[in-house]
């Protein structure tokens, strides 16, 4: 592979990851952030899976899991459900499923 598509590749992967941490509180698709980003959902995976140490989707989890943990810490007063809507998650027990399995906690 030449140099200069590992880099745009490189690119493609490192922008993806900025749109996640500035939008991740929206309803995010793999084809959402490929459109955006004038790419293919195919080609996101690929780069995913070529400079990443996950998937587009766990990266995306994992944003929204990291600022609900820092938000049940540091605003106590706020409930569980109000915490999984300003994260992203639509359902609050979908929340607290994905929650629990990330960090044994309910």
Do not use: C, N, W
Not at 62 to 71: H, P, S
Not at 75 to 103: M, N, T
């Amino acid at each position: 592979m030449r140099p200069s598509t590992i880099e745009q590749r490189r690119r493609l992967y490192l922008q993806a990851r900025v749109v996640i941490a500035r939008h991740y509180r929206r309803p995010l698709t793999l084809d959402e952030v490929a459109r955006a980003l004038a790419s293919s959902p195919r080609q996101l995976t690929r780069v995913y899976a070529q400079f990443g140490d996950t998937t587009f989707r766990e990266d995306l989890l994992t944003r929204r899991l990291k600022v609900a943990a820092q938000l049940l810490i540091e605003q106590p007063a706020i409930s569980v459900r109000d915490v999984a809507r300003l994260v992203g998650f639509s359902q609050a027990p979908h929340f607290a499923k994905a929650f629990r399995r990330r960090y044994g906690l309910t």
